[in-house]
Nanobody, 123 residues
Framework: QVQLVESGGGLVQAGDSLRLSCAAS????????MGWFRQTPGKEREFVAA????????YYADSVKDRFTISKDNPKNTVYLQMNNLKPGDTAVYYC????????????????WGQGTQVTVSS
């Protein structure tokens, strides 16, 4: 059984930075993409960023492009989301997920999810 555990969330001010971590535990597994999503109350979960298994390709939502960076450390089985210049609109619960089902659309195929970590950005 594979588990994903997020950490690194917290309360920060606008303009600050945070780095989220997503550690995979359990049996070794392969995936097509590892992604970060976020959700606020009353809204659908939205895609934030994704990275391929090789780490060669990354993808971002327009709202976070040039501010967020996704990366991975394979020996540690960990994926990171570096968030810079945070804005109040980035406030959400952030989820890490693994896509083991292939779709050409990097926003689909996620079937393993973490429990989420809260990020709150004050103005």
């Amino acid at each position: 059984q594979v588990q994903l555990v997020e950490s690194g969330g917290g309360l920060v001010q606008a303009g600050d930075s945070l780095r989220l971590s997503c550690a995979a535990s359990g049996r070794t597994f392969s995936y097509y993409y590892m992604g970060w999503f976020r959700q606020t109350p009353g809204k659908e979960r939205e895609f934030v960023a994704a990275i391929t298994w090789s780490g060669r390709d990354t993808y971002y939502a327009d709202s976070v492009k040039d501010r967020f960076t996704i990366s991975k450390d394979n020996p540690k089985n960990t994926v990171y989301l570096q968030m810079n210049n945070l804005k109040p609109g980035d406030t959400a619960v952030y989820y890490c997920a693994a896509a083991r089902i292939f779709y050409s659309d990097y926003r689909r195929g996620y079937d393993v999810w973490g429990q989420g970590t809260q990020v709150t950005v004050s103005s």
